[in-house]
């Protein structure tokens, strides 16, 4: 039992089962509960002394608990789940002034404004709007120390495939422009109540130093959206609305190669020759 945590906490098995918490394929719930794999993951991002962390969609609070137990100045869930909150409520009973509850749907809430820098993320993302949560983040990402994140597999694969591999495509290039991107551990469907039917995996993501202004991050979405929209395409046909050919001779790219064989650097030049 850690500092600041009462000896009268139920476990977390019983925690659920009093509140007759189910997860629901329709919310993209898997509950984590095995101890061992939460510490891990809140020990990923190192030492979190000083940190303020967001949590999303902590359901009964497993990792909540292993976020809790580290040296984190506070933990803000926010959990859309309104069955989910009074077992919430009650752990922060546990943890006076270190646990805060916000009940809201991530997809669109400014996460910043829940606490003061330095802040980072550590979740387990469910599967249904993990993607456009990461994109949101990564357009804050100044305002982000780090982001360890569960996704599944094929989408951890896809934040960190490089160019060339089947796997890469926006989510690489947006996510590693910004970004230093590693999957720093696999999770097992096992680890999850009721076991998912893939393969999960956690990415560490911490942010560069400088970080693209707002019309260039947009150019970047626009340009990727483009070019991997008909990856099979010729990039001289794919960005023909962009500037085809013309845009690709400034930025010194061949206009017969393909999306998928650009790198990172390669996008962030066209991306600077389209911004608004």
């Known amino acids: 039992m850690t500092a600041g945590a009462s000896a009268t906490l139920p476990s977390l098995r019983d925690a659920i089962r009093a509140h007759g918490l189910d997860a629901r394929k329709s919310l993209g719930q898997h509950f984590l509960l095995d101890p061992t ?3 891990r993951i809140a020990s990923l991002p190192g030492d979190l002394a000083g940190r303020h962390i967001v949590e999303i969609g902590p359901g009964p609070g497993g990792l ?3 976020l809790l137990a580290t040296s984190a100045t506070s933990v803000d869930a926010v959990e859309l789940d309104q069955r989910a909150i009074p077992l919430l409520d ?4 546990h943890y006076p002034g270190r646990l805060r509850i916000t009940e809201a749907d991530a997809v669109g809430l400014d996460a910043t404004a829940l606490c003061p820098a330095p802040r980072q993320i550590i979740a387990n993302l469910p599967y ?3 993607t456009p949560l990461l994109i949101g983040w990564l357009r804050q990402a100044a305002s ?3 982001l360890t994140l569960m996704f599944q597999a094929e989408v951890a694969e ?5 160019p060339g591999d089947s796997a890469y495509g926006r989510l690489a290039v947006i996510s590693q422009w910004c970004a230093e991107c590693h999957v720093v551990m696999d999770v097992p469907p096992g680890a999850f109540s009721p076991p998912p039917k893939v393969h999960s995996a956690v990415v560490l993501i911490r942010p560069h130093a400088e970080q693209p202004a707002p019309a260039l991050f947009a150019a970047m979405e626009r340009v990727t959206a483009l070019a991997f929209g008909q990856r099979r395409k ?4 794919s960005l023909k609305s962009a500037g085809g050919e013309a845009l690709l001779g400034r930025a010194g790219i061949d206009p017969t190669r393909r ?4 790198s990172v650097a390669e996008f962030a030049t066209l991306a600077a020759l389209t911004a608004r």
């Open 158 to 162: 896809r934040i960190c495939a490089a």
């Open 64 to 66: 909540t608990r292993a």
């Open 144 to 146: 982000w120390e780090a």
């Open 128 to 130: 249904n709007v993990g």
């Open 234 to 237: 010729m990039l001289r046909s």
């Open 37 to 39: 794999i939460v510490a």
């Open 259 to 262: 999306a998928e064989t650009l």
């Open 90 to 93: 009650e752990l922060a009973i």
